[in-house]
């Protein structure tokens, strides 16, 4: 059964005990399972990678059936799902009524996805696919927030908080934090204030170097280089954020073998591209075959790898990973 992210009041009188939440948002995940799971909740919480379940599957579900008169309510959380947890769910469903509660965190999940496919028609669990935020949806987690901690902001710190965050909820609701904590001590707070407290001016970089290295745009990539201070962290940052657009990227080229007009496949791809974004994943996927942008990606986690071992040196690898095609 399909709940979407703007149903998620009908979780209060579902009776499931299981439910996946799956996509790239990851959150409006915590926010799905701080609102309706952990909240009041008493028990005990323990989460789980699926390769965790998969390697004691008989034990965990044998617990998963025992009950004990002194055992506290539970909730079990299991991050990283993939197909290979369908013989798992479909063997707990076969049996009787399930008392835990379980969660299931995924990446994103495509149509012909068997764990997607199951939860979808199996009226006995629910599923919730969480997409990109738009800029709508952004500025509705301003302003509730301002308006729960009763503190105004004008609109253009609103509009440069939301377009920093680059549709990450996380990122925003990080960033509304620190502005409170200064707002107790000063009353109204100026573009200068957020702009020196908030760390969205660096990670604004990370993805704009990001978003250049895949267009190719040599020279851009270069004076972001030289204009930014990058730490050993910001390395690692640096090299997730190539690899997730990378990730993107591959997907979107997938779809062009398939499909040749480019605009087609970048306004029905899922999740939604944010749309001050297209012009330059247009310009990214124009840029790179299928095979090329394959080759990227086991180049970055050979990055990765080696940076992690020699981070005194880590922003020279970084630099010279990204300055070269």
Request: aromatic share 8%; charged share 30%.
């Amino acid at each position: 059964m399909i709940i979407k992210s703007f149903e998620l009041e009908k979780l209060k009188s579902n009776k499931s005990n299981i439910h996946l939440i799956y996509g790239n948002n990851e959150g409006i995940k915590e926010d799905i399972i701080d609102s309706f799971y952990l909240k009041n909740f008493n028990g005990e919480i323990l989460k789980y990678d699926e390769q965790e379940i998969l390697n004691n599957k008989d034990e965990f579900i044998s617990n998963l059936f025992i009950k004990s008169l002194f055992q506290e309510s539970k909730l079990i959380i299991i991050s990283r799902a993939t197909d290979k947890l369908i013989g798992l769910i479909t063997e707990i469903l076969k049996r009787k009524t399930l008392e835990v509660n379980i969660i299931i965190k995924s990446t994103n999940l495509e149509k012909r996805s068997k764990l997607r496919n199951l939860f979808e028609k199996e009226n006995q669990i629910i599923c919730t696919p969480v997409y990109e935020d738009d800029v709508r949806s952004l500025n509705t987690i301003v302003n509730n927030f301002l308006k729960a901690n009763k503190f105004s902001l004008s609109q253009e710190i609103k509009n440069i908080l939301i377009d920093r965050s680059k549709g990450d909820r996380i990122n925003l609701k990080n960033e509304l934090s620190k502005l409170r904590n200064l707002q107790i001590s000063k009353k109204k707070l100026t573009l200068e204030d957020v702009l020196k407290l908030s760390n969205l001016a660096e990670n604004y970089s990370v993805f704009e170097l990001s978003d250049n290295y895949l267009a190719k745009n040599s020279k851009r990539v270069s004076s972001i280089l030289n204009e930014n201070n990058y730490s050993s962290e910001d390395c690692i940052l640096i090299i997730r954020t190539i690899l997730n657009k990378s990730k993107r990227l591959l997907k979107i080229r997938n779809e062009i073998d398939n499909n040749t007009n480019v605009d087609q496949v970048l306004s029905s791809f899922k999740p939604p591209i944010f749309w001050k974004e297209k012009a330059i994943v247009k310009k990214q996927a124009q840029s790179w075959s299928t095979d090329e942008v394959k080759k990227i990606i086991f180049k970055i986690n050979d990055l990765e790898a080696v940076v992690k071992k020699n981070t005194v040196n880590s922003m020279l690898f970084v630099s010279n990973f990204v300055s070269n095609y």
